[in-house]
Nanobody, 113 residues
Framework: QVQLVESGVGLVQPGGSLRLSCAAS????????MGWYRQASGKQREFVAG???????NYADYVKGRFTISRDNAKKTVYLQMNNLKYEDTAVYYC???????WGQGTQVTVSS
């Protein structure tokens, strides 16, 4: 049974930082490309960042230079380091295994003063 469990829910002030984690189980983690998506209230889910099984990364323009995705294959975990957070980064963040139907349950990130 495949499971993706996110952690790192938080309330942070603008300009602050937060790190999200997504622990995977039930898969051969090292061969899968992974990604983070987000969905703000009343909006469609959108791509944030992705990382290939070899560690190549790509980012949406609106987070480039502020967010960093990484992975630890030994821990079967993918991370999203978010720096210089903005109000518009407020959303539920989801972990996803690319080219699959598997998603995490989502974790709320709120940027507010």
């Amino acid at each position: 049974q495949v499971q993706l469990v996110e952690s790192g829910v938080g309330l942070v002030q603008p300009g602050g930082s937060l790190r999200l984690s997504c622990a995977a189980s039930g898969i051969i983690f090292s061969i899968n490309a992974m990604g983070w998506y987000r969905q703000a209230s009343g909006k469609q889910r959108e791509f944030v960042a992705g990382i290939s099984n070899s560690g190549n990364t790509n980012y949406a323009d609106y987070v480039k230079g502020r967010f960093t995705i990484s992975r630890d294959n030994a821990k079967k975990t993918v991370y999203l380091q978010m720096n210089n957070l903005k109000y518009e980064d407020t959303a539920v963040y989801y972990c996803h295994i690319f080219v699959s139907a598997y998603w995490g349950q989502g974790t709320q990130v709120t940027v507010s003063s």
